[in-house]
């Protein structure tokens, strides 16, 4: 055999997925934070995560170069919110941390017209109750995000008192989360999500609990391949992970976890090459868990396979999702919250993700030494290999 002297065939665990309860209780520590591509709430989030798998954060400093792009300040607010004519407060930041523009600048303002601060507020008109969800990273700006039911009302009556008490530190920086599972072969597998919205739970506490659960997973096995997990703030920590990897050519293929526990049916994103083993495979084990499911050719959009298909990298990933972004209407808004996403929709996509992972890892290709006949394949555990997709050399 090749490749695989030393290696015990990969068998199937019989492996337990977690309970809905722990999925659940992880889902209700992790949504109240108040996450972006910076700040506090980023730390508290993988302190959470690493009760699951053991993380190394790396921390990269404020303004430093990463390919076209600049690790922003170090955001961090404390309190914000909008009194109305009546010196009532009608919008309250510690009630929810969307009611803010991601990284607003500093505010502080009295007897401010309705006109005046219409300029930086940002509303839903077809959804009157909901809050959307509005950054903006790479501009200084300042704003609001309301329900636009509120806007209509009496209560939103003019002259406004608001406050936005931030900060932004040239010296500060940002995080990602690092773990490492060695296997057989020096050739990797990344297993990627980020982690930089705020309260929102399909669109982005799934990825984060997801990727994290496969991990731990994949650690209590022996793997032929070695696999990577990072947690990292969307586009700008996914390049800062590219920039420090020292042998990104090691990186054979992974998954870009998203969006994995709303309602909506199971999808997979295929990689950039669409034909790739990752695609045959996660393809495979994806009908395995549910026949009804969407698929979804690539697009240079999404989530950070943006960054690990770009032409230096090519790195192909594919996503398995549960409601996946842009397809559901709750999407970056306060509607995706905990009475959206299930434990049980979360374990459905780890289970498809889990399954994927085995395929991957029993889909080697072996050379004989023994010419003689046929070999006796039960006592060397080949069995399993009948799972075997597209290859036939054995
Ligand atoms: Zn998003």
Request: aromatic fraction near 14%.
């Amino acid at each position: 055999m090749t490749k695989s002297d030393n290696y015990k065939f990969f068998k199937p665990n019989n492996y337990d997925l977690p309970s809905e309860n722990e999925v659940e209780k992880l889902f209700e520590d992790l949504y109240p934070i108040n996450r972006s591509l910076t700040g506090e709430g980023n730390e508290r989030t993988l302190a959470i995560l690493a009760n699951i798998v053991d993380l190394k954060v790396h921390s990269v400093s404020s303004g430093t170069k990463v390919f076209d792009w600049t690790v922003p300040e170090e955001w961090s607010i404390d309190d914000a919110y909008i009194k109305n004519s009546s010196g009532k407060k009608i919008v309250d930041w510690k009630e929810n941390n969307l009611h803010i523009l991601n990284y607003s600048i500093p505010v502080k303002k009295t007897l401010i017209s309705k006109k005046e601060l219409m300029k930086n507020i940002y509303t839903l008109p077809e959804k009157g109750n909901w809050i959307p969800y509005r950054t903006s990273y790479y501009e200084r700006n300042w704003g609001f995000c309301l329900k636009e039911n509120l806007v209509k009302s009496k209560e939103f009556s003019e002259p406004f008192e608001i406050l936005i008490d931030s900060k932004l530190d040239p010296k500060g920086k940002m995080i990602f989360g690092e773990a490492f599972h060695k296997g057989i072969s020096k050739k990797e597998i990344i297993i990627s999500s980020y982690f930089c919205h705020p309260s929102l739970a399909n669109d982005n506490l799934s990825g984060i609990i997801t990727a994290s659960y496969l991990f731990n997973e994949i650690k209590k096995r022996e793997t032929y391949y070695s696999y990577r997990l990072v947690l990292c703030p969307e586009t700008i920590g996914a390049l800062a992970f590219l920039s420090k990897h020292k042998d990104l050519s090691s990186i054979y293929s992974g998954f870009v976890i998203s969006t994995t526990a709303g309602p909506g049916p199971l999808g997979i994103k295929h990689s950039f090459m669409g034909n790739h083993e990752i695609d045959t495979l996660t393809q495979k084990a994806v009908e395995s868990v549910d026949k009804e499911h969407i698929k979804y050719p690539f697009k240079p959009d999404g989530s950070d396979e943006r960054q690990y298909s770009s032409p230096a990298f090519r790195i192909p990933t594919t996503t398995i999702t549960k409601s996946k972004y842009y397809e559901y209407d709750e999407y970056h808004t306060s509607a995706d919250n905990l009475d959206f996403v299930k434990s049980k929709y979360l374990l459905k996509s780890l289970d498809a993700y889990i399954k994927t992972f085995e395929y991957l890892e029993a889909n080697r290709v072996l050379e004989r030494k023994i010419t003689q006949g046929e070999f006796q394949l039960g006592k060397r555990g080949f069995i399993a290999f009948y799972w075997r997709i597209n290859k036939s050399k054995c």
